[in-house]
T-cell receptor, first 114, second 112 residues
């Protein structure tokens, strides 16, 4: 039972353009969502997060949008840079108690083309 | 501040053997979580330890176990290895009540 789904295994975007990565979830109890970025041979690195009381959170070039009614979140990267090429995971948790028990999507491999 | 360290980085074992992986969290972090990453299943939660107690557990068989020491270092053990246990095992640490987890580089386990 995949509670967090990233339906696009890969995405290719031209440098300077917007990258949009999508994530859907099924568990209504999830109330905190995170995006992680992973390079080969390294562990995932935290990128940005959003609480269910918000619908948008911005940090520099990265913005996460949350649509609770659709159980959907997306990560926007503007402008995309070659260094953004990595695998992106979205993750969800239930409350602070569940913070250390993240449920991850399967990841989307983002490739930024020069 | 040193990051999360995991040892060994690579390991090759044969079916039926057992293996122990080690994780040292960031100084001051008392929560340690373990995840398994495979190409087919993505990142899956194994278990979480806090103050030497297992606080959360994922849906893995009893062959997978762990423990945490008083200095917050953690180990996970897999007994009677199966081919399907080949994966990247990631450890993450966090501060109590903090949603952000910091991951180590992982241990790549290959079971032949």
């Amino acid at each position: 039972d995949q509670q967090v789904k990233q339906n696009s295994p890969s995405l290719s975007v031209q440098e300077g353009r917007i990258s949009i990565l999508n994530c859907d979830y099924t568990n209504s109890m999830f109330d905190y969502f995170l995006w992680y970025k992973k390079y080969p041979a390294e562990g995932p690195t935290f990128l940005i997060s959003i609480s269910s009381i918000k619908d948008k959170n911005e940090d520099g070039r990265f913005t996460v949008f949350l649509n609770k009614s659709a159980k959907h979140l997306s990560l926007h990267i503007v402008p995309s840079q070659p260094g953004d090429s990595a695998v992106y995971f979205c993750a969800a948790s239930v409350g602070i108690q569940g913070a250390q028990k993240l449920v991850f999507g399967q990841g989307t491999r983002l490739t930024i083309n020069p | 501040k040193a990051g999360v360290t995991q040892t060994p980085r690579y390991l090759i074992k044969t079916r039926g053997q057992q293996v122990t992986l080690s994780c040292s969290p960031i100084s001051g972090h008392r929560s340690v979580s373990w995840y398994q990453q495979t190409p087919g299943q993505g990142l899956q939660f194994l278990f979480e330890y806090f103050s030497e107690t297992q606080r959360n557990k994922g849906n893995f068989p009893g062959r997978f176990s762990g423990r945490q020491f008083s200095n917050s270092r953690s180990e996970m053990n897999v007994s009677t290895l199966e081919l399907g246990d080949s994966a990247l095992y990631l450890c993450a640490s966090s501060l109590p009540g903090d949603n952000e987890q910091f991951f180590g580089p992982g241990t790549r386990l290959t079971v032949l």
